[in-house]
């Protein structure tokens, strides 16, 4: 099992509509969540994740929390890497027992 841990930055819904070669698709909830990355050299970068979350009101109050939440990913294609929030799973906020 993996777990990220970052800042919520914002939660939002992205409108149902059509992809490019007319796909229709349904509405979706996403969080995007900021934190720290190490680089080879020891440095750190920030990063900003957005992800597919179930039920917004999961996440109701808690914008400019840090938080864990675990999550699973997966290689679609070399070099890219799709993460998504574990079935069932809840933010916690980060310091707090899981």
């Given amino acids: 099992m993996l777990q990220i841990t970052g800042k919520i930055i914002n939660v939002f819904t ?9 796909t229709e698709f349904a509405a ?8 720290e ?5 020891g440095d750190k970068q920030m990063d900003l994740m957005d992800l597919t ?3 917004v009101s999961d996440w109701d109050g808690l914008q400019g929390e840090e938080i864990s939440i675990d999550v699973g990913a997966f290689a679609p294609s070399k070099g890219n890497i799709i993460y998504f929030v574990s079935k069932g799973s809840l933010p916690q906020l980060a310091g707090s027992s899981l």
């Fill in 14 to 22: 992205n409108e149902a509509g059509k992809s490019k070669d007319g």
């Fill in 53 to 55: 979350i179930q039920d």
């Fill in 28 to 35: 979706r909830h996403k969080v995007q969540l900021m934190g």
């Fill in 37 to 41: 990355r190490v680089l080879a050299n």
